[in-house]
């Protein structure tokens, strides 16, 4: 006799659950946060397709706004963290994990003492993000629909309004940053955004709102000055916090601080070995002194030619998944000058079949001979085999939640681990290339080694150019990087932990599986945490 219809398997069941909770999720986000989910700069936020339609909708971060925001995220949490185990080592198990480590960072950024209370940046970074789609597409915008260009500087003259009467108070960094980041706004708004919209808006009915920004702005930078100074050190339970709980590291901070300690004492190794290669008798910073180039630098030639050929490498050699999409070599914009380094990428905006990515070079940040010895591995981490990789097949993923989501750790230890391929691999192989690659990895061990005692509160920020000042780069350089990691809690540790992890994982996989079959393992799932992607290598080696 027929019973009804059976009950729902309870993965079923939890699978349908983690479908509905990660569309409510990004719908919310696109919704009510599109600036801060279509640009880099805002590493907690996840890459929400959908927020590109609305990125012409003014960003609120009103605070009973932001709190009501973060309560409906808070009510997303529990049920998934109440989910029925999920079947190990499939997608829906990946999905959920990735689901909760976004939704954690999120709330955090979004409750009390984020952000939009604390960091004045935040606001600057927002207001400019918001009107980088126009500037950078202005055939996006519907001209028949002119109000929209209102609508959009009205969004941005309330976020210093906002920004003004939000931000409590701010930290020594800060303080010291204040000033150019707050001139880079004013040159922002005063200068490159009006002749903008004398191209495109020969009518100036925008001159009225563009008004209002500057007053508001002036009023925020005004009101910055007399904020009080307050303590930036996460604290070791903050910093772990925002390890473990977003991007999935899974060890405490005394392991990452060996990991950070190994790192660095083989770099001081090799860097005396290459530098005897190099110029023989002399220590290595005046060996790697000797790689300068022989006359005047075209700077953006030299990246647009080596963009070419790293790519032409990693296409045949059958190492790594078939590349994808494009890049564009460009300078950088006005609008991310003060919030980007002298190379740094942007992931395509939209699928990369039909959108470039861009590699961005700010010449003057660095000096020639700079550029000139590190270029060919800065192209290879944000172009081939780097983050143009990682980002174009992260959008290219049929999962919806891996398509969206980016973690630090996996991001930068891939790609710095795309730079130790171009030496494993052939494609540099001089012992000068090899004396920049060490430098470089002894720089990034510095930057997270500060990064740790920094947000532990062990070390100044004398302590921390002190340190940073060992891998011989230039001195505005390192005056500039104590400054601004100190803001960025974490993220610096994610550079050197995540090449560790790869390496860690390519020399007890890589032998059995082959490069490519473990490259192909460790990328098509998505930025899992690593813990996932070693269960992946053991199922496929039996």
Not at 28 to 47: K, M, N, V, Y
Not at 448 to 455: F, I, K, P, R, Y
Not at 459 to 477: F, I, V
């Amino acid at each position: 006799m027929d019973a009804g219809p059976h009950p729902p398997h309870p993965e079923s069941s939890a699978a349908a659950s983690l479908a509905a909770l990660q569309e409510s999720y990004f719908s919310l986000l696109a919704r009510g946060f599109s600036t801060l989910c279509l640009h880099d700069e805002f590493t907690f936020f996840p890459r929400v397709q959908k927020a590109w339609d609305y990125w012409f909708q003014p960003p609120c971060l009103e605070g009973s706004f932001v709190a009501g925001v973060a309560a409906r995220l808070g009510d997303l949490l529990s049920p998934l963290e109440g989910l029925p185990p999920l079947p190990e080592g499939s997608q829906e198990e990946a999905d959920a994990v990735l689901l909760r480590q976004s939704l954690r960072s999120v709330i955090r950024e979004l409750g009390p003492g984020g952000p939009w209370e604390t960091d004045l940046f935040f606001y600057l970074k927002t207001a400019s993000l918001a009107l980088a789609p126009l500037l950078a597409r202005p055939d996006r915008l519907d001209w028949q629909n002119r109000e929209k260009l209102g609508e959009l500087l009205a969004g941005v003259a309330r976020l210093f309004k906002w920004g003004a009467g939000q931000v409590g108070h701010l930290s020594q960094p800060a303080r010291v940053l204040g000033k150019g980041v707050f001139g880079d706004a004013r040159r922002f708004f005063h200068q490159a955004l009006p002749g903008f919209l004398e191209e495109h808006f020969p009518k100036r009915a925008w001159r009225v709102p563009l008004q209002e920004i500057h007053r508001s702005l002036e009023h925020f930078c005004e009101k910055s000055l007399l904020l009080p100074v307050t303590p930036f050190a996460r604290g070791e339970a903050g910093l772990t916090g925002i390890l473990a709980a977003s991007w999935g590291w899974p060890h405490d901070l005394d392991t990452a601080a060996a990991l950070l300690e190994e790192e660095i004492r083989e770099s001081r190794a090799a860097l005396d070995h290459y530098a005897s290669q190099v110029a023989p008798g002399s220590a290595w910073p005046e060996a790697l002194a000797r790689l300068k180039p022989a006359g005047p630098v075209d700077i953006l030639r030299l990246y647009r030619e080596e963009v070419v050929r790293v790519w032409r490498f990693w296409q045949g050699s059958g190492m790594l998944p078939p590349l994808k999409g494009r890049v564009m070599v460009a300078e950088t914009p006005v609008y991310l000058r003060s919030l980007r380094s002298s190379a740094s990428y942007a992931a395509p905006g939209g699928p990369p079949e039909e959108a470039p990515g861009y590699f961005y070079v700010t010449p003057e940040i660095e000096d020639a001979s700079h550029h000139f010895r590190h270029h060919r591995f800065l192209s290879a981490h944000e172009t081939v085999p780097g983050h143009h990789l990682l980002d174009t097949l992260r959008l290219s993923l049929a999962a919806p939640i891996p398509r969206q989501y980016e973690s630090p750790l996996f991001y930068e230890g891939w790609a710095c681990y795309g730079e130790t391929l171009c030496l494993s691999e052939g494609y540099l192989n001089s012992p000068g290339d090899y004396l920049v690659g060490w430098q470089r990895r002894l720089w990034r061990a510095l930057r997270g080694w500060a990064d740790l005692e920094l947000q532990r509160g062990r070390w100044s920020l004398e302590e921390t150019r002190a340190a940073l000042s060992l891998a011989a780069y230039p001195e505005p350089t390192v005056r500039l990087q104590a400054l601004h990691l100190a803001l960025n809690p974490g993220y610096q540790l994610c550079y050197t932990l995540g090449l560790k992890e790869m390496l860690r994982l390519r020399e007890g996989f890589a032998p059995a599986l082959g490069l490519a079959r473990f490259h192909d393992l460790v990328l098509l799932g998505g930025q899992l945490p690593f813990s996932l992607i070693e269960k992946r290598l053991q199922a496929a080696t039996g």
